[in-house]
């Protein structure tokens, strides 16, 4: 059974940093890419940033909101993808997710495992 | 960036009822959409990919459908276990992008 499980969380202050872990079980992690997305109090999903397969190069892409501060790296030998937060801001508040990735078909991307979530909270 | 628009924000139905969310891209995204289910508290579950490909475990009341920038999920007779928020989301440019929700509540 795919689990996918963040930890890291937690309340810090405005420009420290901050690193979410996503440790993967039940499946061959090396095989996908991953996602992290979060969602603020009371609103609705935002897509924060993805990483490729280590076979294709563990490529990047992030929303603007993280560009610059946030970097997403994996260990494949450990199972497990990071989200490192710096210079925090008071609205990255929010719980973070981490998804597996699946591609079909050479096109279509999407997240079919999602982990419980990481609460982060960025406030003095 | 893409955008997407989901409507309504917010429906109340009753148990039985066909129920219909829209999703509309800002441009045309071929049939790279998902759809996800998420309840209160919890993690979002997967429903739809590729626009009307079904997830694994996802009841067959539940269907999506559309392309380009137009797309539906509808759910044929609602059921208790139905009662959520549903979102769309689109795969094909990042930045990958979310509607804002929609919430269906007991009526």
């Known amino acids: 059974e795919v689990e996918l499980v963040e930890s890291g969380g937690g309340l810090e202050q405005p420009g420290r940093s901050l690193r979410l872990s996503c440790r993967a079980s039940g499946f061959t992690f090396g095989d996908y890419g991953m996602s992290w997305i979060r969602q603020a109090p009371g609103k609705g999903l935002e897509w924060v940033g993805f990483i490729s397969t280590t076979a294709d190069g563990a490529t990047t892409e992030y929303a603007a909101s993280a560009k610059g501060r946030f970097t997403i790296s994996r260990e494949d030998s450990k199972n497990i993808a990071y989200l490192q937060m710096n210079s925090l801001k008071t609205e990255d508040t929010a719980v973070y997710y981490c998804?597996?990735?699946?591609?079909?078909?050479?096109?279509?991307?999407?997240?079919?495992?999602w982990g419980q979530g990481s609460l982060v909270t960025v406030s003095a | 960036d893409i955008q997407m628009t989901q409507s309504p924000s917010s429906l109340s139905a009753s148990v039985g009822d066909r129920v219909t969310i829209t999703c509309r891209a800002s441009e045309s995204i071929s049939s790279s959409l998902n759809w996800y289910q998420q309840k209160v508290g919890k993690a979002p579950k997967l429903l739809i990919f590729a626009a009307s490909n079904f997830q694994r475990g996802v009841p067959s009341r539940i269907s999506g459908s559309g392309s380009g920038t137009d797309f539906t999920l509808t759910i044929s007779s609602l059921q208790p276990d139905d009662f959520a928020t549903y979102y769309c989301q689109q795969s094909y440019r990042t930045p990958w992008t979310f509607g804002q929700g929609t919430k269906v509540e007991i009526k």
């Open positions: 998804s597996r990735v699946r591609l079909v078909g050479g096109d279509w991307y999407y997240f079919d495992h």
